[in-house]
């Protein structure tokens, strides 16, 4: 079955720049999606289309696409953006079957 | 203001069944496909299944096909999962999510969440 990749953990001190990538091979050919989770909160969309922001989103988030892996960057981070962060596509491998997540990667601000 | 609120949720024996329901309001449902998603404690979000706006396409993941139904009732601004079948990996919180595509009838994002509704399997 399709699969996105994450790394499970991504850490940062304040103000630096985090880089959390997602791959998977159907990406060249369909949108990714960004979403952060907090604990015990729904997830929120912060990226569509790539690397379309959502309004209400603060500009420190960007998406990029290049190839088969797609990248969140969140430039001078700050403590309230820990939190689990999920990419997501197509499966359209194929027949088309449905929506994929990545397995999510934990953002830790030291 | 968009809201979801998904109900139904509860302890179930496996093997046992469960209806949930997302009641939604601030918008055009009947415009919009819906998903159900949901997250097993302590691990990743899962894709469970999708319906259009007009339930004419529906998807679902393998791992609740043949077991999970969608469906949808315009009328009542509401979306639903009949849970058939139960197993103790189908614990988790389920979130319905309205869905935006570029393309009709297939997927897109989800820019709107419920806060969830916790299912347990357990004997």
């Known amino acids: 079955s399709y699969e996105l990749t994450q790394p499970p953990s991504v850490s940062v001190s304040p103000g630096q720049t985090a880089r959390i990538t997602c791959s998977g091979d159907?990406?060249?050919?369909?949108?990714a999606y960004w979403y952060q989770q907090k604990p015990g909160q729904a997830p929120v969309l912060v990226i569509y289309?790539?690397?379309e922001r959502p309004s209400g989103i603060p500009e420190r988030f960007s998406g990029s696409s290049s190839g088969t892996t797609v990248t969140l960057t969140i430039s001078g981070v700050q403590a309230e953006d820990e939190a689990d962060y999920y990419c997501?596509?197509?499966?359209?491998?194929?027949?088309?079957?449905?929506?994929?997540f990545g397995g999510g990667t934990k953002l830790t601000v030291l | 203001e968009v809201q979801l609120v998904e109900s139904g949720g509860g302890l179930v024996q496996p093997g046992g069944s469960l209806r949930l329901s997302c009641a939604a309001s601030?918008?055009?449902?009947?415009?919009?496909?819906m998903n159900w998603v949901r997250q097993a404690p302590g691990k990743g979000l899962e894709w469970v299944s999708y319906?259009?706006?007009?339930?004419?396409?529906?998807y679902y993941a393998d791992s609740v096909k043949g077991r999970f139904t969608i469906s949808r009732d315009n009328a009542k601004n509401s979306l639903y999962l009949q849970m058939n079948s139960l197993r103790d990996e189908d614990t988790a919180v389920y979130y319905c999510?309205?869905?935006?595509?570029?393309?009709?009838?297939?997927?897109?994002?989800?820019?709107?969440w419920g806060q969830g509704t916790l299912v347990t399997v357990s004997s």
């Open positions: 999510a309205r869905d935006v595509s570029p393309f009709p009838g297939t997927t897109g994002y989800f820019d709107y």
């Open positions: 601030g918008f055009t449902f009947s415009s919009y496909s």
């Open positions: 319906i259009s706006s007009s339930s004419s396409t529906i």
């Open positions: 159907a990406l060249p050919k369909q949108y």
């Open positions: 289309k790539d690397s």
């Open positions: 997501q596509s197509a499966d359209s491998s194929g027949t088309y079957r449905g929506v994929v």
